[in-house]
């Protein structure tokens, strides 16, 4: 081991010399000699040379220990744990003048935050724009397309119930105009003679069911994909919901923006209360778990149902519209009774998979679900709310699609979409496919019934195509 540091070697050698050794060497600056120390011995010679050479550094401050009765606050107790003074960077120097900077050196300060900078949320005022498209606005007496026509072999009007409803075999038009996947489509009610349909491409469009079967108008306002559409009871408005976390209500004949509500989530499905008593109020199917109530006349969150453990998927009014059922990504199912936030029925079995899209059986005594794992389930929608274990409805593919199922007005057939593109028909007392129709390509995501002709069913698949069956 080297005893002799670069910078000191005439102070140690010196010290080293008046040991007694056995052997001696002669240096230019004296006499050294080898020695044997350890290591602790040569750590402390080597501190007291350095000690000699660098000046002393100042010992930090320490803050005070503080009272051992205070427990929180100022002067509380801190003892061996009290912090020492931050050492700035000047303090070996010692010299306490302050640095002068001229005023160029000095950093710009950032303005004052203003809204623009901290509002994340967007404001969607004055957004909204309708196009007609239809060949006439109006007609010989100065009607739109919202009056039902007249001259058809068909009576759009009065009692349906005696409809007797057939399977569809084949296409008898296409509407195109979405430039991507269509979402959900509905047919104008008791009439269908015009078809809303809502797409990914953020846009809401209303068609021609009858006559040139043309384009009419579109609706521009939403940013991202619309999740959902729902027409009022008379369809003079209707609502569309969105990913852009906006839910609007729409002028059915002149394409204005009446209203707009948002709760800062998505809503993944809306509905009108068809109650006639009721229908300013809608519900909406949040992805915060939630299902909120909103009054169209005051703008108003008037209620909220905070029961679900996931993003909630279906709304269904059953019970004369008094009670609604509704289903979530927590595997559950969930029966409330209108304006009390508090459900009545509570299904949650282990073998249940999400229930994704619904359908009211016209009797009123049943509902149809889209379960996830490939099968069409059916619950009471009466005071037990049980699952009918009979009926069970499978044969397609919808595992990853949010598919849509509907039931033919006289409650004969259910119809569902699916993943390879077949739209898929089954009897409703027997439970067996009927029929499978080649729709698509793609997902068939949408499917409705016409509601006043015998055969005739809507689809909308993922390449933003609508088609019209016979």
Not at 36 to 56: G, Q, T, Y
Not at 89 to 106: C, L, N, Q, T
Not at 324 to 333: E, Q, R, V, Y
Not at 434 to 442: E, L, P, R, T, V
């Amino acid at each position: 081991m080297s005893l002799v540091p670069k910078d000191n070697k005439t102070e140690v050698t010196t010290a080293f010399a008046l040991a007694p050794t056995s052997t001696k060497g002669k240096v230019p600056t004296g006499y050294a000699s080898e020695i044997v120390i350890s290591d602790a011995s040569f750590r402390s010679l080597h501190r007291n040379v350095e000690s000699a050479v660098e000046p002393p550094s100042k010992k930090r401050k320490r803050e005070q220990k503080g009272d051992a009765s205070v427990v929180y606050g100022a002067g509380a107790y801190k003892g061996p744990w009290a912090k020492y003074e931050e050492e700035r960077p000047d303090a070996s120097s010692g010299s306490e003048e302050e640095v002068e900077y001229e005023e160029d050196d000095i950093a710009p300060q950032p303005a004052a935050p203003t809204r623009a900078g901290t509002a994340y949320e967007e404001t969607f005022e004055g957004k909204e724009s309708t196009e007609f498209h239809g060949s006439e606005q109006y007609d010989y007496q100065g009607r739109t397309y919202m009056h039902v026509p007249q001259d058809l072999d068909i009576d759009l009007r009065g009692d349906n119930s005696n409809i007797k409803n057939f399977v569809p075999k084949k296409l008898i038009h296409t509407w195109k105009s979405h430039t991507k996947a269509i979402t959900q489509t509905r047919f104008f009610p008791d009439s269908g003679h015009l078809l809303l349909s809502a797409s990914a491409d953020s846009k809401v469009k209303i068609w021609d069911v009858y006559h040139q079967r043309e384009l009419l108008r579109t609706y521009s306002g939403h940013t991202k994909s619309v999740t959902d559409i729902c027409f009022n009871d008379s369809g003079s408005q209707f609502l569309s919901a969105s990913y852009d976390r906006q839910m609007k209500l729409w002028d059915t004949e002149t394409g204005q923006c009446v209203s707009r509500f948002t709760t800062g989530k998505s809503p993944h499905v809306i509905r009108f209360n068809p109650d006639p008593a009721h229908s300013h109020e809608f519900l909406a199917g949040m992805s915060d778990k939630k299902i909120v109530q909103f009054d169209t006349r005051s703008g108003e969150l008037v209620q909220e149902y905070d029961h679900h453990l996931g993003p909630v998927n279906t709304i269904t009014f059953c019970d004369e519209n008094r009670r609604f059922i509704t289903t979530s990504d927590d595997k559950s199912l969930r029966a409330w009774e209108y304006g009390i936030p508090v459900p009545i029925k509570f299904i949650a079995e282990p073998y249940m998979y999400p229930m994704v899209r619904s359908a009211a059986h016209p009797s009123g005594k049943y509902v149809a679900f889209q379960s996830s794992d490939n099968q069409i389930v059916v619950y009471a929608s009466t005071e037990r709310f049980r699952q009918n274990r009979k009926k069970g409805f499978r044969g397609h593919n919808n595992a990853g699609y949010a598919i849509d199922v509907a039931i033919s007005p006289d409650g004969q057939f259910v119809m569902s979409g699916d993943s390879a593109g077949f739209v898929c028909f089954w009897d409703w007392k027997t439970c067996k496919m009927w029929h499978k129709i080649q729709a698509s390509d793609g997902a068939v995501v949408s499917c409705q019934w016409h509601p006043r002709e015998t055969s005739k069913v809507v689809t909308g698949a993922l390449d933003g195509v609508l088609k019209y069956w016979d």
